[in-house]
């Protein structure tokens, strides 16, 4: 690979994480304790690519006697930088359904749950509900009704689901988190669609054979923008 191509790539890359890092972008791959370090990644390799293209812009003066033989490649930035403008979509019901197999709840590391927080519908992550919904022998849940939000999966024609994906550390590692939603309505939004919901568990419906996943009966259901971060840790 020729020099003037490698510093392109360098600033292509350097940009790209700038730009993705300062728009909030970067929360569509990786999680935000590592917004600094994509930050630090994109100003060293745009530094270093600066410093590489002026070194050899010089030598290129000093052989060839004038500026233009080896500026010229630099015009190739131009039209490259167009590819910033376009930024993949978060995961969203297409890596659930190509994933069918759910997150497994993390068994707590606390010996009992506490107690959920107070109010006639507490608002629960996707990941804590499921968790308490394998884990917590109390029955806690079987008594509440408890508010979710999450994005609209159809898997089969006669399944909705209400899902979030959960990452360890970035997009490639993301794995869904997902329960069944017992509602005509429901089955009538577009996939994708994110809303927020009221609802009850049944008890007894998240088991080893289902992966887990358990059934909601939505009390309400209400459209809501897709969050900034559309995923769980």
Known sequence: ???????????????????????????RYVKPSLHPWLIAAGVVMIALAGVAIVRDVRAGH??????HGTRSPWMLLLPVFAIFLVAPPALGSD??????????????????FPPLPPGEAPMLSMSEFLTRVVWDDTGELNDRTVRLQGFVVHPTPQTTQLAR??????????????????????????????IEITGRLRPGTATEANDYVPTVDPQTIKQIPAPPDSYEY
Do not use: F
Not at 4 to 26: F, M, P, R
Not at 177 to 190: F, G, H, I, N, T
């Open 95 to 112: 890596s659930v359904t190509r994933d069918r197999a759910a997150a497994a709840p993390a068994e707590p590391s606390q010996a009992r």
């Open 165 to 194: 994906m959960r990452i360890s550390c970035c997009a490639a590692d993301a794995t869904p988190v997902k329960v069944d939603l017992a509602s005509p309505r429901a089955e009538q939004l577009p996939a994708d669609t994110w």
């Open 62 to 67: 000093a052989v060839d006697g004038h500026e």
């Open 1 to 27: 690979m020729r020099r003037e191509s490698q510093n392109i790539l360098l600033v292509l890359l350097g940009g790209a994480l700038l730009k993705i890092a300062l728009t909030g972008n970067y929360l």
